[in-house]
């Protein structure tokens, strides 16, 4: 009787290294580029909850008087005419944000950074003679220079926008969904508006989780590469699918309101008294105010 033999490659003792792995500019499987921005949205909002909860310099105003506030300070940015309280606008505006636990960095990449890019890149060719005649500060080449009311005119859109931007991240950063829209209900915003923005932010975050789910049920069941024509067939039917099933819940949700009574008034919640901190947040304000029209720093 003939024994069976070992197949060849069963035979072999000698072990044999893997193939390397090469790093390539290639992008990421697509399942894993959306699982990472749908964490990054997550772990944005838990340090944003975490700030705007802490015991910061401007947590502790109430959100409807930060609102008018930091309101009034954006439009007393757009209308002066003086080019030095801007500075001190934008001076005073990135001190509270550090006081108010933003951090170096945040100021830096929330703010500046997307003033620099898109603001700046729009107002550099003011700066030459060609656009804004003017005093020459800079002979570049010849009859092209940098002009000072170029310069200034430059300065002047730069630091508004960094201005209206630094502002509007404070009171974003600093105050609670949840607040905040309370706040637009005793300026005498609708209701209805304010249940759908309420309702938005609440259960967008429990929609990105379920579409985890779907992203890493699919990464799950995968065994090797995909063909185009497979993703773009899975992508399409996956979007159908949570379209329908958000629908749905949408439909569930508003039978369980209804069903408890809800009838489309917003429920204001009654007014705080003013506090310390408010008035002197206020007073913070109108005195920025009186520099910006007709004050020590109007030029």
Same mark, same amino acid.
């Given at each position: 009787?003939?024994?069976?033999?070992?197949?060849?490659?069963?035979?072999?003792?000698?072990?044999?290294?893997?193939?390397?792995?090469?790093?390539?500019?290639?992008?990421?499987?697509?399942?894993?580029?959306?699982?990472?921005?749908?964490?990054?949205?997550?772990?944005?909002?838990?340090?944003?909850?975490?700030?705007?909860?802490?015991?910061? #310099?401007?947590?502790?105003?109430?959100?409807?008087?930060?609102?008018?506030? #930091?309101?009034?300070? !954006?439009?007393?940015?757009?209308?002066?005419?003086?080019?030095?309280?801007?500075?001190?606008?934008?001076?005073?505006?990135?001190? =509270?944000?550090?006081?108010?636990?933003?951090?170096?960095?945040?100021?830096?990449?929330?703010?500046?950074?997307?003033?620099?890019?898109?603001?700046?890149?729009?107002?550099?060719?003011?700066?030459?003679?060609?656009?804004?005649?003017?005093?020459?500060?800079?002979?570049?080449?010849?009859?092209?220079?940098?002009?000072?009311?170029? =310069?200034?005119?430059?300065?002047?859109?730069?630091?508004?926008?960094?201005?209206?931007?630094?502002?509007?991240?404070?009171?974003?950063?600093?105050?609670?969904?949840?607040?905040?829209?309370?706040?637009?209900?005793?300026?005498?915003?609708?209701?209805?508006?304010?249940?759908?923005?309420?309702?938005?932010?609440?259960?967008?975050? !429990?929609?990105?989780?379920?579409? !985890?789910?779907? #992203?890493?049920?699919?990464?799950?069941?995968?065994?090797?590469?995909?063909?185009?024509?497979?993703?773009?067939?899975?992508?399409?039917?996956?979007?159908?699918?949570?379209?329908?099933?958000?629908?749905?819940?949408?439909?569930?949700?508003?039978?369980?309101?209804?069903?408890?009574?809800?009838?489309?008034?917003?429920?204001?919640?009654?007014?705080?008294?003013?506090?310390?901190?408010?008035?002197?947040?206020?007073?913070? =304000? !109108?005195?920025?105010? =009186?520099?910006?029209?007709?004050?020590?720093?109007?030029?």
């Amino acid at each position: 009787m003939k024994t069976a033999t070992l197949p060849i490659w069963l035979q072999q003792t000698a072990s044999t290294d893997l193939p390397k792995h090469k790093n390539s500019w290639s992008c990421k499987d697509y399942l894993e580029k959306t699982l990472e921005h749908i964490n990054r949205i997550m772990a944005e909002d838990a340090c944003a909850t975490r700030i705007s909860s802490s015991q910061g #310099l401007l947590q502790g105003v109430q959100a409807p008087v930060k609102f008018i506030g #930091l309101l009034a300070l !954006m439009i007393a940015a757009s209308l002066t005419k003086s080019l030095a309280f801007l500075f001190l606008l934008n001076a005073v505006i990135f001190g =509270v944000a550090l006081q108010s636990g933003l951090g170096l960095q945040a100021v830096s990449v929330r703010i500046w950074l997307p003033t620099c890019l898109f603001a700046g890149i729009a107002v550099l060719p003011g700066i030459i003679n060609w656009v804004t005649p003017g005093e020459p500060l800079y002979i570049i080449y010849h009859d092209l220079a940098i002009t000072k009311q170029g =310069v200034k005119a430059a300065a002047f859109v730069l630091l508004r926008a960094g201005a209206s931007l630094g502002l509007a991240t404070l009171l974003i950063k600093t105050t609670r969904w949840s607040l905040l829209t309370k706040a637009f209900v005793q300026l005498g915003l609708p209701g209805e508006i304010v249940t759908v923005l309420d309702l938005t932010y609440r259960y967008i975050y !429990m929609f990105l989780l379920l579409f !985890m789910e779907y #992203l890493l049920g699919r990464r799950s069941r995968l065994v090797g590469l995909e063909s185009q024509s497979a993703k773009i067939s899975w992508i399409g039917g996956t979007i159908a699918a949570f379209l329908r099933m958000i629908w749905e819940y949408s439909q569930e949700i508003n039978d369980a309101m209804q069903s408890r009574g809800y009838s489309g008034e917003y429920i204001a919640e009654p007014r705080v008294p003013l506090k310390l901190h408010d008035i002197c947040f206020l007073f913070l =304000v !109108m005195v920025l105010c =009186v520099c910006a029209y007709g004050g020590t720093f109007y030029v």
